[in-house]
């Protein structure tokens, strides 16, 4: 659990970010749970969506976990992930995603202690 200091408005802005990101991907609904933990390493966040069907766009995807694309161009509708991806990178961390199942998608940020 994180510690009864509040987040920071970088950590916040990233948290909310990939709660988006993970609602959009569940297209006919289900439940998102999120989560953040203080460690000793830093900052640990955890999306997890589960519904009948979630559909990530492979554009997301790219974005969250390698940043702009060679062509350099960022869709509207990658903003999110772009900001997202930006907020990580810059606190020195990184997004990671899994899909253990086809209903299952599972976001996960590491901001690391400054």
Not at 58 to 83: C, D, F, H, N, S
Request: charged share 25%; glycine share 14%; proline share 6%.
């Amino acid at each position: 659990m994180v510690t009864p200091e509040k987040l920071s408005k970088g950590a916040m802005k990233l948290l909310l970010n990939l709660a988006l990101i993970a609602g959009d991907a569940l297209v006919r609904g289900g439940r998102l749970d999120v989560g953040a933990e203080t460690t000793q390493e830093g900052l640990e966040i955890a999306i997890r969506g589960e519904g009948p069907r979630v559909m990530l766009d492979a554009g997301l995807r790219e974005m969250l976990t390698k940043g702009v694309p060679a062509e350099g161009q960022i869709e509207p509708r990658a903003a999110g992930a772009w900001l997202a991806q930006a907020l990580a990178k810059e606190a020195g961390g990184a997004i990671r995603l899994s899909e253990p199942s086809p209903e299952v998608l599972i976001i996960g940020a590491i901001v690391p202690r400054n």
